[in-house]
């Protein structure tokens, strides 16, 4: 069982339009990571949030502790923002790695 | 540019063969991980050193893997007689501070493909 799973696994929308990708959980955590990976492998941090909302201009993610899950909204998306959005959560200290990974959604966007 | 960097960006080996890939993490980060990504999935976590460190390895890390950090800046992975399994991204990425409460930041990869 993974401990981060992500939906959808793959997402197509058009341009404009809102998207929503989910994550969640089943440990106890002190971040979450959203990260944008686009192809040729290089990995972008978004956001790491531990309670509420944040925003980053079309960007936003909001995480619900008790319910163990977040959400990464894209508004009026671009066909720039096609890529594979990772969700990854994090808790510490002192416990090792840290980190585990969902596996990705992969959007894209058709202008 | 002083984001992470990853050296080289493919290679291209035969089973059996030994490779080593260099990490340059941003300089003042103390926490480097190795993590390796296959096609669809996550990436999976193989070391972490903190400062010269190697703090945990992974169980997916076999004998023949092996990394350092000498200094405590920059890291190599070497991994010997290769065999196709090992075909993967190679990912570096660092952070600062305790690790769990920083964002990590991410080289470009080494993309691995042993023929």
């Known amino acids: 069982k993974n401990e981060v799973e992500q939906s959808p696994q793959n997402l197509t929308a058009q341009e404009g339009e809102f998207i929503t990708i989910n994550c969640s959980y089943s440990?106890?955590?002190?971040?979450l990571h959203w990260l944008q990976q686009h192809p040729g492998g290089g990995i972008v941090s978004l956001f790491m949030?531990?309670?509420g909302k944040k925003k980053h201009g079309r960007l936003i993610a909001t995480i619900n502790i008790q319910e163990k899950h977040s959400s990464l909204h894209i508004t009026a998306s671009h066909p720039r923002d096609s890529a594979v959005y990772i969700c990854?959560?994090?808790?510490?200290?002192?416990?090792?790695?840290?980190?585990?990974f969902g596996t990705g959604t992969s959007l894209t966007v058709i202008p | 540019d002083t984001g992470v960097s990853q050296d080289p960006r493919h290679k291209i080996t035969k089973r059996g063969q030994n490779v080593t890939f260099r990490c340059d993490p941003i300089?003042?980060?103390?926490?480097l991980y190795w993590y390796r990504q296959t096609l669809g999935q996550g990436p999976e976590f193989l070391t972490y050193?903190?400062?010269?460190?190697?703090?945990?390895k992974s169980r997916l890390l076999s004998d023949r893997f092996s990394a350092e950090r000498p200094k405590g800046s920059f890291s190599t992975l070497e991994i010997q007689r290769t065999e196709q399994g090992d075909s993967a991204m190679y990912l570096c990425?660092?952070?600062?501070?305790?690790?769990?409460?920083?964002?990590?930041?991410f080289g470009n990869g080494t993309r691995l493909t042993v023929t």
């Open positions: 300089s003042e980060h103390n926490r």
């Open positions: 990425a660092s952070s600062l501070g305790q690790g769990y409460n920083s964002p990590l930041h």
């Open positions: 050193f903190q400062n010269e460190a190697q703090l945990e």
């Open positions: 949030l531990s309670s």
């Open positions: 440990v106890g955590i002190s971040a």
């Open positions: 990854a959560v994090s808790w510490g200290p002192n416990t090792g790695n840290q980190f585990y």
